[in-house]
């Protein structure tokens, strides 16, 4: 996905399930794309490029990632 850098629904998308899929999300109804607002796009890229460049996720920072979500959500 070379142009994850454009603010589109299918981006959003591919993002929230990467992120999901990242952070082992049990609940993936968090990261259902139509709760969140294409204003807030970059917001969740920014969240996809940490998670992938980091390794091995503690608990804490899951925890910490999915309460950013959470105050992204619309």
Known sequence: MSQLNEATSENLAYLLEEIAKKLKV????????????LNKYN????????????????????????????SIRK
């Open 26 to 37: 049990v609940n993936q109804a968090i990261l259902d794309p139509e709760d969140y607002d």
């Open 43 to 70: 917001q969740l890229k920014l969240l996809y490029d940490v998670l992938r460049q980091k390794g091995q996720l503690s608990v804490s920072e899951t925890q910490a990632f999915i309460e950013e979500l959470a």
